[in-house]
């Protein structure tokens, strides 16, 4: 039975900068005419209140984008996310955080499609009353892992797949591999943006050694780290595995990571990287 809530950690550093990269690959994809398909495997519930009973819980958020989205100096790059979360918070006061399908739907265009997937029981009917109205959407309970198989690829051969599954269970980090490797066959020029979280170091070794093994070529790593590695328990930090990235995004990422972790992390611990782990 699956038991994680994204509502207790929506707003974190780790929605930071998993949603970061999702607005400049959407905005780059829109910058030719031609549509695309958003993929969204684990897509939970669409939007959460802030001031809600798992949100207020941790407190997150507050040390996420509580810290970074009314900041004056903030680089025109994150404009096209701010604007996502400006939508649902029109009175300037952060009562809700847009989750990747939010801010999907906020930067996708008209003739853009939009294919979502959630599993769990609570937060499916959430996600299909939120996209009941939009006709670009397709909102399924459904295994997001299968979706890479059964929707790709797309009509317009270009999209954005992203991949966040929760890593409740070990075999997750083996599942996405499996997951891209199938996808990839079916949609070599898709964009894939597979989130991760860095709970014990070796996990994402072994998971990026395996990824590597597969043949696939264009892979960027990005990562946020809030504290240094740690074999104790919690995330310390969080990374983001671009497959095709747009050409821009690695120096786009070079530009605000600095700023990102000077603000999100005010004791300067952790760090921030961008490698290309395979060339193109």
Same mark, same amino acid.
């Given at each position: 039975?699956?038991? +994680?809530?994204?509502?207790?950690?929506?707003?974190?550093?780790?929605?930071?900068? =998993?949603?970061?990269? /999702?607005?400049?690959?959407?905005?780059?994809? &829109? *910058?030719?005419? !031609? #549509?695309?398909? @958003?993929? $969204?495997?684990?897509?939970?519930?669409?939007?959460?209140?802030?001031?809600?009973?798992?949100?207020?819980?941790?407190?997150?958020?507050? *040390?996420?984008?509580?810290?970074?989205?009314? /900041? #004056? $100096?903030a680089p025109a790059l994150l404009q096209p996310y701010f604007d996502a979360i400006h939508a649902l918070n029109r009175n300037g006061t952060l009562r809700y955080y847009p989750g990747s399908p939010l801010i999907a739907r906020h930067l996708l265009?008209?003739?853009? !499609?939009?294919?979502?997937? *959630?599993?769990?029981?609570? $937060?499916?009917?959430?996600?299909?009353?939120?996209?009941?109205?939009?006709?670009?959407?397709?909102?399924?309970?459904?295994?997001? @892992?299968?979706?890479? !198989?059964?929707?790709?690829?797309?009509?317009?051969?270009?999209?954005?797949?992203? %991949?966040?599954?929760? +890593?409740?269970?070990?075999? $997750?980090?083996?599942?996405?591999? !499996?997951?891209?490797?199938?996808?990839? =066959?079916?949609?070599?020029?898709?964009? @894939?943006?597979?989130? +991760?979280?860095?709970?014990?170091?070796?996990?994402?070794?072994?998971?990026?050694?395996?990824? *590597?093994?597969?043949?696939?070529?264009?892979?960027?790593? %990005?990562?946020?780290?809030?504290r240094p590695d740690s074999d104790q328990r919690g995330m310390t930090a969080s990374g983001m595995i671009v497959i095709n990235p747009p050409w821009k995004l690695a120096d786009q990422m070079n530009t605000l990571l600095p700023w990102l972790h000077? &603000?999100?992390?005010?004791?300067?611990?952790?760090?921030?990287?961008?490698? /290309? %782990?395979? #060339?193109?």
């Open positions: 039975m699956l038991s +994680y809530r994204h509502s207790f950690h929506a707003g974190n550093h780790a929605d930071v900068l =998993k949603h970061t990269v /999702q607005s400049l690959i959407i905005t780059a994809l &829109k *910058e030719k005419e !031609k #549509p695309f398909l @958003y993929l $969204d495997t684990h897509a939970g519930a669409g939007r959460y209140q802030l001031s809600g009973e798992h949100a207020e819980r941790t407190g997150e958020y507050l *040390e996420g984008i509580g810290r970074i989205w009314q /900041q #004056p $100096d265009r008209p003739e853009d !499609k939009i294919q979502l997937t *959630e599993l769990h029981s609570s $937060d499916y009917p959430l996600l299909r009353t939120e996209f009941s109205k939009d006709s670009r959407a397709r909102v399924e309970r459904a295994d997001g @892992y299968q979706q890479l !198989k059964a929707k790709l690829p797309p009509l317009s051969r270009r999209g954005l797949i992203l %991949i966040d599954p929760p +890593y409740e269970m070990k075999s $997750d980090y083996q599942a996405v591999v !499996k997951g891209i490797q199938e996808g990839h =066959k079916r949609f070599g020029t898709g964009i @894939y943006a597979l989130w +991760y979280p860095v709970v014990l170091r070796q996990q994402i070794k072994h998971m990026l050694r395996e990824l *590597e093994a597969t043949g696939i070529r264009n892979i960027l790593q %990005i990562e946020l780290a809030v000077q &603000k999100l992390v005010p004791t300067g611990t952790g760090h921030f990287s961008v490698n /290309q %782990i395979v #060339p193109e």
